[in-house]
T-cell receptor, first 115, second 111 residues
């Protein structure tokens, strides 16, 4: 079946540094990718939707300059948490939709801890 | 607004026990409803879905029925196995292309 690879699975960084998370669709072309964030004991919250070759659409309350999303190809989207702070510590998960947007496949998630 | 509420975990069961994970939703209109499962170290996978009232989704022995009158989509399995240990997410989907998730319920099954 279709696979979405998300890397890294866990990252610990110092406050003020930037962290990049990659999301790759391994055996299909993903025209649309989604980035979610989950706080402890909270729902997965959609952060942004990215379409290949265009700017991402951010959900209300999500800082686009803080969470940079690039979807440069049909198989790769990246989320960069810029100047990370402890409050950015969270579980981030990506998902990718195939061309017909009929199915949604998820990465395994990235646990970010900012010290 | 639209939201999903599911029971907090962890749910701890012995093998072959009956499982129910409650999920209720609030929505304007008639969403599609899903259960996703995340096994340790893996991504979320679609477990089952129902697209209209009274539909029953089923897969791998799991079932859930779309109940409009109670706005519920409870997940059930008659006899759980150790391999069912995972986190289960209830979700609803509108034609806005946004999946709205519940908080997830961790299931732990012991032999």
């Amino acid at each position: 079946g279709a696979v979405v690879s998300q890397h890294p699975s866990r990252v610990i960084c110092k406050s003020g540094t930037s962290v990049k998370i990659e999301c790759r669709s391994l055996d299909f072309q993903a025209t649309t990718m989604f980035w979610y964030r989950q706080f402890p004991k909270k729902s997965l919250m959609l952060m942004a939707t990215s379409n290949e070759g265009s700017k991402a659409t951010y959900e209300q309350g999500v800082e686009k300059d803080k969470f940079l999303i690039n979807h440069a190809s049909l198989t790769l989207s990246t989320l960069t948490v810029t100047s990370a702070h402890p409050e950015d510590s969270s579980f981030y998960i990506c998902s990718a939709a195939d061309r017909g947007n009929e199915k949604l496949f998820f990465g395994s998630g990235t646990q970010l801890s900012v010290l | 607004g639209n939201s999903v509420t599911q029971m907090e975990g962890p749910v701890t069961l012995s093998e072959e026990a009956f499982l129910t994970i409650n999920c209720t939703y609030t929505a304007t209109g008639y969403p599609s409803l899903f259960w996703y499962v995340q096994y340790p170290g893996e991504g979320l996978q679609l477990l089952l879905k129902a697209t209209k009232a009274d539909d029953k989704g089923s897969n791998k022995g799991f079932e859930a029925t779309y109940r409009k009158e109670t706005t519920s989509f409870h997940l059930e399995k008659g006899s759980v196995q150790v391999s069912d240990s995972a986190v289960y997410f209830c979700a609803l989907f509108f034609n806005t292309d946004k999946l709205i998730f519940g908080t997830g319920t961790r299931l732990q099954v012991f032999p």
